[in-house]
């Protein structure tokens, strides 16, 4: 088909036609022709007005410049389902996302902007997201405060008010005049204010821990957490509990005296034990008294004599009449001994325990050990 020359007939026939037209129905033509263009320019122009007219600040802006928005509540509640929707406006077909987008809480906002974004935590207490919306290389962010569920924010309300409850009771009870009392006063005093309040009692002296009713208060602690109040009273022991502390010191005090003074004793005596082949000399030298004991493993017959001089050098004993000498074989070392006597016997000795020795061997003698 001819498309130039079906144009150039049809102007041909329309100029044909409108030199055909009386100059009345070319002013009414033209009339027509113009009063329809006005119509439809004024209707678009209303069209455009009204549509304008439903736009957010934002949007307009948008629209005008390209600057980002975005649109969300403040403040948003999870559902009892602990669920959130979070509804806004940002601009056309942008990536919308909570925090990095990295949980699925992403979407794309439709031709108006328009999107919705789910959320689910189960909160217990509220917490701050933040929306994000991105078109090409633009960007913006805003802070949601989302709010646990009715029934939790319900739980929340009244774990406060107990907890605003607790809390009167605390400034109660340290309102009291307590100290000087006896624990079975404080005690009526504080259960006064409440019955639910826990109550123990504690002696203010680490070395007597038993306490009484009766005993006196000298200090107090209130605790107060979110689950009720605790009291805890330090009582000053009474006068017969000290005493009764004081009496078992002096005693332990005596006891530890004679130990160390038993001890003491037993430093200064030691034993020593020449063998043979059948039987054994044991010595005893207690040096605390210069007096030397001797038997033998056969016969339990002790035989004692005072001694004079020390080990280092020699001592001199008479036992049964025998003159004789011992003295250590190392002087400073006592481990070995020898025993001499005046026919000229001299007996190798070695240390032994010497408690050991006084328990098998000189049992009997009244040492205070």
Do not use: C
């Not at 806004?88 to 996302?97: D, E, F, S």
């Amino acid at each position: 088909m001819d498309w130039a020359n079906l144009i150039k007939d049809t102007f041909k026939k329309i100029g044909k036609f409108w030199l055909g037209l009386s100059v009345k129905k070319k002013v009414l033509t033209v009339s027509g022709i113009l009063g329809t263009v006005i119509i439809i320019s004024t209707g678009a122009i209303i069209k455009a007005h009204f549509d304008n007219k439903n736009l957010s600040p934002q949007m307009l802006q948008f629209k005008k410049d390209g600057t980002m928005f975005i649109e969300v509540p403040a403040k948003v509640s999870e559902n009892n389902n602990h669920l959130v929707y979070i509804k806004g406006q940002t601009a056309p077909k942008a990536y919308v996302r909570i925090g990095y987008g990295i949980l699925g809480d992403t979407t794309t906002s439709d031709s108006n902007g328009k999107f919705t974004l789910s959320y689910d935590d189960n909160l217990q207490q509220k917490t701050n997201i933040k929306i994000t919306a991105q078109l090409n290389d633009k960007q913006i962010s805003r802070i949601v405060i989302v709010l646990p569920s009715p029934k939790v924010q319900q739980k929340i309300r009244d774990n406060n008010k107990q907890i605003k409850h607790y809390k009167k009771i605390s400034r109660e009870v340290e309102n009291l005049t307590l100290k000087d009392k006896s624990f079975s006063d404080a005690k009526s005093m504080i259960l006064g204010i409440s019955s639910s309040i826990d109550i123990n009692s504690e002696s203010n002296n680490k070395e007597i821990t038993d306490v009484t009713d009766s005993d006196k208060v000298t200090d107090v602690q209130v605790n107060q957490t979110d689950t009720g109040v605790s009291v805890l009273l330090y009582l000053e022991p009474s006068d017969s509990a000290k005493k009764a502390l004081a009496e078992k010191k002096a005693e332990k005090k005596k006891e530890q005296e004679i130990i160390n003074a038993r001890n003491e004793y037993k430093k200064k005596v030691v034993a020593y034990e020449v063998q043979f082949n059948e039987y054994a000399i044991e010595y005893l030298i207690d040096m605390n008294t210069s007096t030397i004991y001797e038997r033998t493993t056969d016969d339990s017959s002790i035989s004692q004599s005072k001694f004079t001089g020390d080990m280092d050098t020699r001592i001199n004993f008479d036992l049964d009449g025998l003159q004789m000498i011992a003295y250590h074989h190392y002087v400073g070392n006592d481990s070995v001994a020898y025993f001499n006597d005046e026919t000229g016997n001299s007996n190798k000795a070695y240390k032994m325990d010497t408690e050991t020795t006084k328990n098998l061997y000189f049992k009997s003698l009244n040492l205070p050990f």
